[in-house]
């Protein structure tokens, strides 16, 4: 399969707890070297390095925002249990 992107074994990347996510200016400001003497294009290490960064922040921010939705979720319902015992017991549900 010629220029196709090799992937990690077992599917996943691992990175330190020292890594620092990507901000936005830092995706828009990325410049890669040029391809080696005879061929045309990108340094494709570069690019593919790259882009396994944007997808492991990409998937941090996905998994954050899905455990923020769980959390509002949780928080809403105990919301909504507690105005309800409220409304009961000041005799507001009959």
């Given at each position: 399969m010629?220029?196709?992107r090799p992937f990690p074994a077992g599917?996943?990347?691992y990175r330190s707890a020292e890594y620092a996510g990507l901000l936005p200016w830092q995706?828009?400001?990325r410049r890669f070297r040029r391809a080696r003497l005879g061929r045309r294009g990108l340094a494709a290490d570069e690019v593919y390095a790259f882009l396994?960064?944007?997808a492991g922040d990409l998937g941090a921010l996905r998994d954050a925002l899905a455990?923020?939705?769980?959390e509002t979720a949780r928080v809403k319902?105990?919301?909504r249990d507690?105005?309800?015992a409220q409304a009961r017991?000041?005799?507001y549900d009959r």
């Open positions: 010629p220029n196709q599917g996943a990347t995706v828009r400001g396994d960064r944007v455990e923020s939705r769980r319902g105990a919301l507690w105005q309800s017991a000041r005799g």
